[in-house]
């Protein structure tokens, strides 16, 4: 599994579509599915992206941290799965982004893909910029740092 990296800011027409960097593509099309899982964030104004691997991997998560039938299994599920849309890339390798999604996250004609590791996330470029401003402040204040232990 490839890891999402940078920062890529495309168009959007007016249907809806936009290209998904050629990056990104390359990492999701190490999997059968010929396209991407996209769901609102449920913290920010944002639009998450991931491969359906790591969709079955988040399942297997939530399905390991909480009885299958109780009321945070099913509430998380909702959100991560009742509202993922999959998406297959046209032969330009575009998407075409459902109207709720671009509403969610503010988009204009203009979005940033912003790669995560595992995931990415799809935001207005200038909400994004502000979010990047607060992350590095938080980082810094914190003290935030990795471990050294390998994993």
Do not use: C
Not at 103 to 118: E, K, R, T
Request: no cysteine; charged share 20%; aromatic share 10%.
């Amino acid at each position: 599994m490839g890891l999402f990296l940078s920062t890529t800011t495309n168009k959007i027409d007016k249907k809806g579509r936009i290209s998904v960097p050629s990056a990104f593509r390359t990492v999701l099309s190490k999997d059968d599915f010929a396209g991407v899982i996209l769901f609102q964030s449920y913290t920010l104004p944002a639009i998450e992206g991931v491969s359906m691997s790591t969709m079955d991997m988040m399942n297997n998560r939530v399905d390991q941290n909480f009885a299958f039938f109780s009321n945070d299994h099913d509430e998380l599920a909702t959100v991560l799965f009742g509202g993922a849309v999959p998406l297959v890339f046209d032969g330009d390798g575009r998407i075409t982004l459902p109207q709720h999604f671009i509403d969610h996250a503010q988009l204009g004609d203009q979005a940033s893909f912003v790669g995560m590791g595992h995931k990415f996330q799809i935001w207005n470029p200038e909400l994004f910029k502000d979010r990047q401003k607060q992350s590095l402040e938080s980082v810094k204040s914190q003290g935030v740092t990795l471990s050294r232990k390998d994993t």
